[in-house]
C-alpha cells in the first residue's frame, strides 16, 4: 500500500495537464520573481514514432494567473545527438531583464522571459579554427550573462572563450575578444 501511494505521488510530481487534458512530462521547470513558470516539457508532439519516443524539447511558458494558462509554447527542433533529451536549462538572469539559456552540448538559445522572444540557435566556434589539440569535443562550459544582462560570455572545450553582446537578446551578436589583442 505504502509503495503505491508513493508511487502515486511519485507520478503526480512529474506530470501534469494542458487546457485540453494531454498528459506532459516536465523535465526541467523555473519560477520567475513574478511566478511565471517555464518548463521543459515532452508531450504528444514531441513523440517520435520511429523511435517510440518522447522527446524533452517543448519550451512552455505558464503566465502567473491563477489558472496557470499556457502563454507561450515552442518545439526545439531535434538533434541528431541525444534525440530524447537533448535540451536543459541553463544560466538563468531574473533583473531588470528576464532571461533564460536553454543549452545543449553545443549550442544553445536565449529565452527573453519578457517579450517571449527566443533568439536563433547559437554554436559558438562552429566554423572557427581548433588550437592544435587531437583529442577535442567542443563541448560547452557554463554560459553567463554579466550583472547588467548585456552581454553572455562561456568557454568551449579546447577551443577557448566566447562573447555575445545580448543588448537585443533575440538577436544576438558575438563579440571578436580578439579584438584588443594583437594577434597575427
Request: include cysteine; hydrophobic fraction near 40%; aromatic fraction near 12%.
Amino acid at each position: 500500500m505504502k509503495i503505491l501511494l508513493y508511487l502515486s505521488v511519485l507520478i503526480v510530481m512529474v506530470s501534469g495537464l494542458y487546457a485540453d487534458n494531454d498528459i506532459y512530462s516536465i523535465k526541467q521547470e523555473i519560477i520567475t520573481k513574478s511566478g511565471q513558470i517555464i518548463r521543459i516539457v515532452s508531450d504528444r508532439d514531441t513523440y517520435n514514432s520511429e523511435t517510440e519516443t518522447y522527446s524533452y524539447r517543448k519550451l512552455v511558458s505558464i503566465g502567473n494567473s491563477p489558472e496557470n494558462i499556457e502563454t507561450y509554447s515552442f518545439i526545439l527542433p531535434e538533434l541528431e545527438f541525444f534525440p530524447v533529451d537533448p535540451y536543459f536549462f541553463g544560466e538563468f538572469l531574473d533583473k531588470d531583464k528576464t532571461l533564460l539559456i536553454i543549452q545543449t552540448m553545443k549550442c544553445f538559445y536565449i529565452f527573453d522571459l519578457q517579450s517571449n522572444q527566443l533568439s536563433r540557435l547559437i554554436c559558438p566556434g562552429r566554423d572557427k579554427p581548433w588550437l592544435g589539440v587531437d583529442g577535442r569535443s567542443g563541448n560547452l562550459i557554463g554560459p553567463v550573462f554579466d550583472e547588467s544582462g548585456t552581454t553572455l560570455r562561456g568557454k568551449i572545450v579546447h577551443q577557448g572563450i566566447f562573447v555575445y553582446d545580448i543588448k537585443n537578446p533575440a538577436i544576438p551578436v558575438e563579440i571578436n575578444y580578439t579584438a584588443d589583442f594583437n594577434i597575427e
